[in-house]
């Protein structure tokens, strides 16, 4: 997912993926596209890197589950209460979409163009994660953390309201990434 | 956006045309697709009601758009508070997502595919839209009913995460529209 600093030409293949995949959609972009951005001659040359460009979704979908992934066990591992631990699990899992924009793209909307078994073992390792986020808030809602009466209903406003993030974020804007982060965590903390 | 009772033929085809931009996305989608669901012959029949495909997006993006503002309009010319009229703005736009799944993925994903100057109409009339909630989250802010400092990103949090119900909301879960929809308005309400 990585788009700067000293990166393999299938890094860079993936980069221009995530871009086109975002802004176009999947459907919409073609091999010609990515090799045309690449400035490869014809598309021919992508196929030495990547076998086509569903392989490609794959290999950014697995990218970005793997970057959630860290981050939630990152934010996890400090020694904390439930109510801290759920903010640092917030603002890891909004920073990972404000980094990886493209990515994120893949993991939140295009993943759906994947085929099975793919996309059923794309969608098994999402709801994982997401069952990891809806026992740390049921762990703020024992400790008496958290006003939500409803852990499902929370858990998907959670979520959704933190993926959501995706379509607005500007990189470069007036605020920070972190700054975005810690504003929504609170804002999300309070509501819940 | 109705599906039920004595439509008329072309509202049938915009029903059936929302389900498909919903379920496979408006690229997918053809008109073949859209007549085959309709029990039409060949689609040739279709166009003696809709000039083509990009007319049904237009369409019932239109609708949508008219729906909301009709929502909004309703909800704030009730006399009260800016707290009460924020909460009746925010029950009324969740409201008419749960009401028009379909529609709703056009208003929020499937209009990119317009082509101009129709593109551009449409964000001009969702910005006005979206103008409106900021206003009533202003009004909010000077009455003190309201802690978020920044009220274009407190409005930016608050629109995507109503909006992102539309991706988790089941029409016919444990809870009812209108439930889902107050406690849903509670959360953002406390978390702003």
Partial sequence: ?????????????????ERLFRD??????SMRDIADEMHMKGGGSLYAHIKG???????????????FFAALETACAVESNPHTRL???????????????GAAAVYFDEWRHLTEPRRSQFMARR???????QALLEACMKAGDCRAADARLATLHLLSAMNAM?????P?????????????????????
Avoid: C, P
Avoid at 1 to 17: C, E, F, K, P
Avoid at 166 to 170: A, D, E, I, L, P
Avoid at 172 to 192: C, H, K, T
């Fill in 1 to 17: 997912m990585s788009t700067q600093g000293n990166t393999s030409r299938l890094d860079q293949i993936r980069a221009v993926a």
């Fill in 24 to 29: 176009k959609g999947y459907l919409a972009t």
């Fill in 53 to 67: 460009k569903e392989d490609l979704l794959w290999s950014i979908a697995n990218e970005a589950t793997d970057a």
């Fill in 87 to 101: 903010r640092a699990a917030i603002i890891a899992h909004l920073l990972v979409i404000t980094e990886h924009l």
């Fill in 127 to 133: 709801d994982a994660y997401e069952q990891q986020f």
């Fill in 166 to 170: 995706r379509h607005w974020y500007k």
């Fill in 172 to 192: 470069y804007g007036r605020l920070s990434a972190q700054q975005v982060a810690e504003s929504l965590a609170e804002m999300l903390l309070r509501g819940l």
